[in-house]
């Protein structure tokens, strides 16, 4: 999947009157849009239409808990405009549910066009919208995970396959020796050539 950056809209979007009937407050929403850099950015269309930035300013921090040994820290935020000129397209997926029971639904897309001149907005129109009933998607997602608790609940499962005895012996003794020996042979295997 790849990467994107996120749009707040606090202006006044066009919806179509499906769409306003089924989805909830869309200004509460996140958009994604691919048309900037693409870096997990954070973007603000404001009330006026002014397209803002929140810059962020990050610092390495060492740390051996982590995963990486370390970690990026935000040092320093700010919304600042962002001088945009061209087209943006964004958009949002949501699915929203008809009942508690979360078995029945609709997925609502919505795609939006805004052109753009020197950070202010000069026009927004709806691209395409979708409202597809999604009660069987729900429904089979459902029967899925329930599935798989099943499975994960079986005896051999619970008390042996997913223990941490089970996946240090797996690791440890299984996987490790098999990594090994298939270095190994890519070495051997690459001094053949190397000299044949």
């Not at 078995?103 to 409202?131: C, H, Q, T, W």
Request: hydrophobic share 40%.
């Amino acid at each position: 999947m790849a990467m994107f950056d996120s749009i707040r809209c606090n202006y006044p979007l066009p919806l179509p009157l499906e769409v306003v009937d089924k989805l909830p407050d869309i200004y509460e929403k996140e958009f994604q849009t691919k048309d900037f850099e693409n870096l997990l950015d954070y973007y603000i269309l404001t009330e006026d239409g002014e397209i803002l930035f929140h810059k962020k300013k990050y610092e390495w921090r060492d740390d051996d808990s982590s995963f990486l040994k370390g970690y990026m820290e935000v040092i320093e935020e700010e919304i600042i405009p962002h001088p945009f000129h061209g087209l943006v397209n964004f958009y949002c997926y949501e699915t929203v549910y008809s009942d508690t029971s979360r078995l029945s639904g609709y997925d609502i897309s919505i795609d939006y066009m805004a052109k753009f001149n020197n950070g202010r907005l000069d026009s927004i129109e709806v691209l395409e919208y979708k409202i597809e009933d999604a009660t069987e998607r729900l429904v089979e997602l459902d029967k899925f995970f329930k599935k798989q608790q099943l499975i994960r609940n079986f005896w051999y499962n619970k008390y042996i396959f997913n223990t941490t005895a089970w996946n240090w012996f797996k690791k440890k003794i299984l996987i490790l020796p098999i990594n090994k020996t298939i270095k190994v042979l890519t070495k051997f295997e690459s001094l053949i050539w190397k000299y044949l």
